[in-house]
């Protein structure tokens, strides 16, 4: 398996265990992530943040909000330098979702994150 594979396998382990701390250690200190879920629920941010602090507070909202929020795995794509995440977002009381994301990995952390999603 590929090292970009099992990063991304270790930000599913830490997103479904709602681990912040693990999962803000994925990333780089000034990465950048873009959700349709934060047009929504952030909308002065136009969908996109910046830094582990935006991250911090954007995670903690969410997990706050969707406390059996959880993600699973369909499939794992990469090349030398991204990831792309097919998956099921899974949340009672809410249709399942097909997402795709793309993360962006320099020097074994991410810097980029890109998530779409209907």
Same mark, same amino acid.
């Given at each position: 398996m590929s090292t970009l594979?099992? %990063?991304? =396998? =270790?930000w599913f382990e830490a997103f479904n265990k &709602? /681990? %912040? @701390?693990? !999962? !803000?250690? =994925?990333? &780089?200190? @000034?990465?950048e992530h873009y959700s349709p879920k934060l047009k929504i629920h952030q909308p002065e941010t136009n969908? !996109? %943040?910046k830094g582990k602090s935006a991250l911090r507070n954007w995670?903690? /909202?969410a997990f706050k909000r969707l406390p059996n929020l959880h993600y699973e795995v369909i499939k794992l794509t990469s090349d030398e330098e991204?990831?792309?995440?097919e998956y099921i977002r899974k949340t009672p009381? @809410?249709? /399942? !979702?097909?997402?795709g994301e793309v993360l962006? %990995?320099?020097h074994g952390k991410i810097v980029a994150s890109r998530?779409? &999603?209907s």
């Open positions: 594979k099992s %990063i991304a =396998l =270790l &709602h /681990d %912040i @701390e693990m !999962l !803000l250690d =994925l990333y &780089h200190n @000034e990465a969908g !996109l %943040i995670w903690t /909202d991204q990831v792309f995440m009381g @809410e249709a /399942d !979702l097909r997402v962006e %990995i320099t998530v779409y &999603h």
